[in-house]
Nanobody, 111 residues
Framework: QVQLRESGGGLVHPGGSLRLSCAASGSSGSLYTMAWYRQAPGKQRELVAV???????NYAGSVKGRFTISRNTAKNTADLQMNSLKPEDTAVYYC?????WGQGTQVTVSS
């Protein structure tokens, strides 16, 4: 069973940056899409960014141009670079891969 571990969350001022990392272990390969989701209080979980094993990316409209997803297929890791953060980016961010989910990492954007 694949296990995922997220790291890199925290508190940042509006306009600041954070980099989230996701490490997958127990995987049988690197052929699958990796993705980041987020869930804000009282809201449904939503897709933030996705990256295929070939490096094709897609982003939610609300983060396009500010967030960048990258991946190391050899290490089975996926990072999410978040720039120009806004208070509405505040949420728990989750990594998903091969049907498994991480525990999530809290991102809080506040002055």
């Amino acid at each position: 069973q694949v296990q995922l571990r997220e790291s890199g969350g925290g508190l940042v001022h509006p306009g600041g940056s954070l980099r989230l990392s996701c490490a997958a272990s127990g995987s049988s390969g690197s052929l699958y899409t990796m993705a980041w989701y987020r869930q804000a209080p009282g809201k449904q979980r939503e897709l933030v960014a996705v990256i295929t094993n070939g490096g094709v990316t897609n982003y939610a409209g609300s983060v396009k141009g500010r967030f960048t997803i990258s991946r190391n297929t050899a290490k089975n890791t996926a990072d999410l670079q978040m720039n120009s953060l806004k208070p509405e980016d505040t949420a728990v961010y989750y990594c998903t891969y091969q049907g498994s989910w991480g525990q999530g990492t809290q991102v809080t954007v506040s002055s």
